[in-house]
């Protein structure tokens, strides 16, 4: 029986990079996937395949240049699910060959299996054609990762009624579309569709969708979204869902009615446990399927058993898992990572870009501190004006007494990568002044910054001398 140090269940971005940080500190590693390829749901059903599918859209349907040419313009007449899909093919490939190559250059093994837990050091693998293998190991990691959720009252068929797996299969371009669920899937996916002119309706049960978000950015979202045709109902409660030959029809409590030809369920998702047999390791999921850590280390409550990524619920992003998997690798092979920092990004590839860092307006509100917040619009930026950008801000927060910056919130082109220039003043506690001594490069968007910390710096007022 095989015998390793690391073993890592789950090939995603948290698997991946405990795998590579174990084999960097000289250990011997196995990566086991049940999946018919690695790289996990971050890189063929989730991440990856979302945003390769948002700029195929966006490059196809010419949508950053209509800000001039009108929103008529196409650069492509007649799109089809097919041009959608041979980019995505294209990119999914080189994400895993990229990850072989990874893991390959770092003698990671890898294997193809369900992994069941015998006990605290042992497990069966199922292979795809039922033979079983048994490894045994030192430490071990559970990156499985979650399915998306699929309650019984909505009649999936993966043809007319998706969930955000199945909706990267869809046969033709839907003539209108349904989404359920204003998450960060749903709204995504609302407005990827909408952007290839697709009619869409979302439907979310809260009274307002993105409620992680600073509510100014969410305000305008909301608006962009509406402006283009897109129609919310918030604070929806769904009753029914009929299929027919016609198409599908939600029916709300409130008695109203939403047809379309397709629907996407995007209403959360689960802990994908079931197959590990996590009794046998005294590790108990909550009901949603997710394993409970010591949120510094990641150990479960079996010591030598670490969890990361999406199974232990919140943040529940591609960018933190990676981070997770780190981590729990260093701890198990001894080595102290350095702490966490206090802030981490959260970007939403909608169309536009949602990006935030840091506090919203609402919580630094609510903890008292007096602030001042800077707003720069993109299309007062001069490259806003060359690339035609007619929507989209920067807004930052600052605190009164010592000048930090408290949050950076950006909607608009660009979103998920300038907000990392927020980020790192964030967490170097740099505050206005920097925005207001530094010379940015001009034009650009990242220009933004310099605009919106002049705009809080001349409401803020100067500093006493020797503060
Ligand atoms: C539509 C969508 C869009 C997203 N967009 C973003 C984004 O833009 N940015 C971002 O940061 N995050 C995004 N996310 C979230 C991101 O994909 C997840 O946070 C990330 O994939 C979680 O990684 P993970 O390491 O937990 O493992 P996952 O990527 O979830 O992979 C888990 C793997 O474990 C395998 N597995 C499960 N059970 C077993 C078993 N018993 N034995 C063997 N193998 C098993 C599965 O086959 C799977 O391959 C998105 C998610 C979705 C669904
Ligand atoms: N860009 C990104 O970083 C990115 C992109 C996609 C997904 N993700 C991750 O994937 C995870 C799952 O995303 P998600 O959007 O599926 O889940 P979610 O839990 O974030 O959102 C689900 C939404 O659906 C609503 N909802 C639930 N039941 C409903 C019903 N019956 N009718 C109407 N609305 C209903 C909820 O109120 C919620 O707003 C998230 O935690 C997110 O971190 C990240």
Known sequence: ?????????????????????????????????????????????????????RETVLNLSGWRERGFYGRGYRVKQDITASDLMQRLHKTLDHEVEVLQHQFMRNMVQSASGEARFVDQNHVELTEDDGDTVHVTFDKALIATGTRPFRPDHVPF??????????????????????????????????????????????????????????????????????????????????????????????????????????????????????????????VEPDKRGRIKVDPKTFQTSAPNIYAAGDIIGFPSLASTSMEQGRVAACHAFDMPPPPAPATFPYGIYAVPEISTVGQSEDEVRASGVPYECGIARFRETSRGHIMGVDAGFLKLIFALDDRRLLGAHIVGEGATELIHIGQAVINLGGGVDFFVENTFNYPTLAEAYKVAGLDAWNRMGQPEPGQ
């Open 1 to 53: 029986m095989p015998n390793v140090d690391m073993l890592v269940i789950g090939s995603g971005p948290a698997g991946r990079r405990a795998a590579v940080q174990s084999a960097k500190l000289g250990k011997s590693v196995l990566v086991v996937d049940r999946g018919r390829r690695l790289g996990g749901v971050s890189v063929h059903t989730g991440t990856i395949p979302s945003k390769t599918l």
């Open 157 to 282: 068929d993966d043809t007319r009624v998706f969930d955000s797996d199945s909706i990267l299969e869809i046969p033709a371009l839907p003539r209108s579309m349904t989404v359920i669920g204003g998450g960060v899937i749903g709204v995504e996916y609302a407005t990827i569709f909408s952007a290839l002119d697709v009619p869409v309706t979302l439907i979310e049960s809260r009274e307002s969708i993105l409620n992680f978000v600073d509510t100014e950015i969410v305000d305008d979202f909301i608006h962009q979204m509406r402006d283009r045709g897109i129609v919310i109902r918030l604070g929806a409660t769904v009753d029914t869902i009929e299929k027919a030959d016609t198409g599908i029809t939600v029916a709300l409590t409130d008695g109203r009615k939403v047809r379309s030809e397709v629907l996407l369920f995007a209403a959360g998702r689960s802990g994908s446990v079931e197959a590990l047999n996590l009794p046998a390791i005294g």
